[in-house]
């Protein structure tokens, strides 16, 4: 029987996302700055191909960071700064909207980096859109994928990469062997000034082509501020910081909540360094 292995070697992840949201969309001349600093922020992290996003292509497949307790407000238009690949798919991106900024990542390496990309770039734009107002700031959100890769034939049972015991999955799916997706989300640290929602998605799918069978665990965890949850920071980017720290500790703790203690070791999961 076969056995689950990560996917990218000595860590699991295959795709992260850092990403905030504000209240209301910034003025013309506000974006304008916001997005000169990220024309020279994109090429000083090699980011060389830039695309002018329409409120279309914004609504389908580029919005990741959802709006929180903030109204819906009308689309606009927005800049992407990305690298590619040489066979076409993307390795890194930032966008800028008029209310938000998403880095995406394909060629994560670890947490340090990610964390130097969020002070380096997320936040200096965010800070001009937000006009250095943490109160501005409706959604602070971070997104993994960690992806787990095993021969197909034959399939290993989930329990070969889920804990027993698990407090979000039952024990009766941990002998399933079959394709499966499992979802659950729920909301924590609730109070008038916010709540931090944590949804979690396990695929488990046969690649034909590649004859393996892959499981890949959706992480996303977001602070949505009501009534100013992150006012009580003086400074903007120590409010963002804080926000990703804890987003970042609250999901190595529920990914350890869901694979086994070995899978946590195969990937660098335990302690408070690691991935």
Same mark, same amino acid.
């Given at each position: 029987?076969?056995?689950?292995?990560?996917?990218?070697?000595?860590?699991?992840?295959?795709?992260?996302?850092?990403?905030?949201?504000?209240?209301?969309?910034?003025?013309?001349?506000?974006?304008?700055?916001?997005?000169?600093? %990220?024309?020279?922020? %994109?090429?000083?992290?090699?980011?060389?191909?830039?695309?002018? &996003?329409?409120?279309?292509? @914004?609504?389908?497949?580029?919005?990741?960071?959802?709006?929180?307790?903030?109204?819906?407000?009308?689309?606009?238009?927005?800049?992407?700064?990305?690298?590619?690949?040489?066979?076409?798919?993307?390795?890194?991106?930032?966008?800028? /909207?008029?209310?938000?900024?998403?880095?995406?990542?394909?060629?994560?390496?670890?947490?340090?980096?990610?964390?130097? &990309?969020?002070?380096?770039?997320?936040?200096?734009?965010?800070?001009? &859109?937000?006009?250095?107002?943490?109160?501005? !700031?409706?959604?602070?959100? !971070?997104?993994?994928?960690?992806?787990?890769?095993?021969?197909?034939?034959?399939?290993?049972? @989930?329990?070969?990469?889920?804990? %027993?015991?698990?407090?979000?999955?039952?024990?009766?799916? @941990?002998?399933?062997?079959?394709?499966?997706?499992?979802?659950?989300?729920?909301?924590?640290?609730?109070?008038?000034?916010?709540?931090?929602?944590?949804?979690?998605?396990?695929?488990?799918?046969?690649? /034909?082509?590649?004859?393996?069978?892959?499981?890949?665990? @959706?992480?996303?965890?977001?602070?949505?501020?009501?009534?100013?949850?992150?006012?009580?920071?003086?400074?903007?980017?120590?409010?963002?910081?804080?926000?990703? %720290?804890?987003?970042?500790?609250?999901?190595?703790?529920?990914?350890?909540?869901?694979?086994?203690?070995?899978?946590?070791?195969?990937?660098?999961?335990?302690?408070?360094?690691?991935?």
């Amino acid at each position: 029987m076969g056995r689950y292995l990560p996917a990218a070697g000595a860590h699991a992840i295959e795709h992260a996302i850092v990403g905030l949201r504000l209240f209301a969309q910034a003025e013309e001349p506000v974006f304008q700055e916001a997005i000169g600093v %990220a024309a020279e922020l %994109a090429k000083k992290h090699n980011l060389p191909g830039r695309l002018h &996003l329409d409120p279309f292509s @914004l609504a389908f497949g580029r919005q990741v960071i959802t709006n929180g307790f903030a109204p819906p407000v009308a689309m606009a238009h927005g800049t992407l700064f990305q690298r590619v690949k040489s066979d076409g798919s993307m390795e890194e991106e930032l966008t800028v /909207e008029r209310n938000a900024v998403t880095f995406r990542t394909n060629a994560y390496t670890r947490w340090s980096v990610v964390s130097g &990309l969020i002070s380096d770039v997320l936040t200096p734009i965010g800070k001009i &859109l937000a006009g250095g107002d943490a109160a501005k !700031l409706a959604v602070i959100e !971070l997104r993994c994928i960690d992806k787990f890769t095993a021969p197909d034939e034959p399939a290993p049972p @989930l329990g070969d990469l889920v804990r %027993a015991g698990s407090p979000y999955i039952a024990d009766g799916m @941990l002998e399933k062997s079959e394709q499966l997706h499992i979802h659950s989300g729920w909301f924590e640290d609730q109070s008038p000034e916010g709540r931090t929602l944590v949804n979690f998605n396990i695929d488990v799918v046969d690649d /034909e082509a590649q004859g393996t069978r892959s499981a890949s665990i @959706l992480q996303v965890l977001s602070m949505h501020s009501a009534e100013g949850l992150f006012s009580q920071y003086a400074d903007f980017d120590a409010a963002i910081g804080a926000a990703f %720290a804890n987003l970042h500790k609250r999901d190595k703790r529920l990914l350890s909540a869901i694979i086994t203690d070995d899978m946590q070791a195969a990937i660098n999961l335990v302690g408070d360094s690691g991935i």
